[in-house]
């Protein structure tokens, strides 16, 4: 289910070339902990919010974007100029949905992230203690307790 916004929520990059909206969210977003996502984004995790292709769109700057793909055919988009992490497709991606960092978005949002996922590969000077489910890997895998 989509959070349904009168107007579009706003985001971009850290130097501003990069602008985008996006009209609704989906309710699924959360924390990654896996090692690609920690050394693409210089944290101890990513914060990840999705939108249907169709309710994203890239508003200006689109020509600095710059796609990283890893050896798993994960894709990373990021700002030329700035660096900024801006979005992440998986290897099978579909184009049917785009997951973006929440945090390049300047428009305040009520819903909140609902997940830890690949938990095995977290920092290991980071705890986990906001309460919300922690799964191994993806969301389809085991829970950690």
């Not at 101890?44 to 890239?58: D, I, S």
């Not at 890893?70 to 700002?79: E, G």
């Not at 579909?94 to 909140?112: M, N, V, W």
Request: glycine content about 6%; overall charge positive.
């Amino acid at each position: 289910m989509a959070e349904n916004n009168n107007s579009s929520l706003k985001g971009q990059c850290l130097c501003g070339r990069i602008k985008y909206e996006v009209d609704a969210l989906e309710t699924r977003m959360g924390h990654c902990h896996c090692s690609m996502c920690r050394k693409f984004h210089g944290a101890a995790f990513a914060t990840l919010g999705e939108a249907k292709a169709e309710n994203f769109r890239w508003v200006s700057g689109k020509q600095y974007l710059k796609t990283y793909t890893a050896p798993n055919h994960t894709k990373r988009q990021f700002c030329e100029h700035c660096g900024s992490s801006l979005t992440f497709a998986p290897a099978k991606d579909d184009q049917k949905r785009i997951e973006f960092s929440l945090s390049t978005l300047d428009t305040a949002i009520e819903l909140k992230p609902d997940a830890h996922i690949y938990t095995d590969n977290k920092a290991n000077w980071y705890e986990i203690e906001d309460g919300l489910p922690q799964f191994v890997q993806g969301r389809d895998s085991k829970v950690k307790c």
